[in-house]
């Protein structure tokens, strides 16, 4: 079992910046960060090889969201710059042992609660 807890976010006007972070009980190969807004299903936002380092992002955060880890602090990481108004979703850490690691695949095993950013205009 995986552990996860997601803190960071909150309100913030279009083109500020949050940092989102996931304390987990322990790193699995593959973690990432997935949103759901009001109404539309979850979509991936990023994802990252936390062995190798490899990172992958939707198309709609290319750019502006920046996903990282701390090794040390067993902690995952979402810079989130630039934010627009259609950025407001629950954001979710989440973590998986095996398989494909893209934002594209969303069948991760662990979940954190979820934590709210709402970006206004």
């Known amino acids: 079992q995986v552990q996860l807890v997601d803190a960071g976010g909150g309100s913030v006007q279009a083109g500020g910046s949050l940092r989102l972070s996931c304390a987990a009980s322990k790193f699995t190969p593959c973690m990432g960060w997935f949103r759901q807004a009001p109404g539309k299903e979850r979509e991936g936002v990023a994802t990252i090889w936390t062995s190798g380092g490899s990172t992958y992002y939707a198309d709609s955060v290319k750019g502006r969201f920046t996903i990282s880890k701390d090794n040390a602090k067993n902690t995952l990481y979402l810079q989130m710059n630039s934010l627009k108004p259609e950025d407001t979703a629950m954001y979710y850490c989440?973590?998986?042992?095996?398989?494909?690691?893209?934002?594209?695949?969303?069948?991760?095993?662990?979940w954190g609660q979820g934590t709210q950013v709402t970006v206004s205009s």
């Open positions: 989440a973590a998986k042992n095996w398989g494909l690691c893209r934002p594209g695949n969303g069948d991760f095993p662990y």
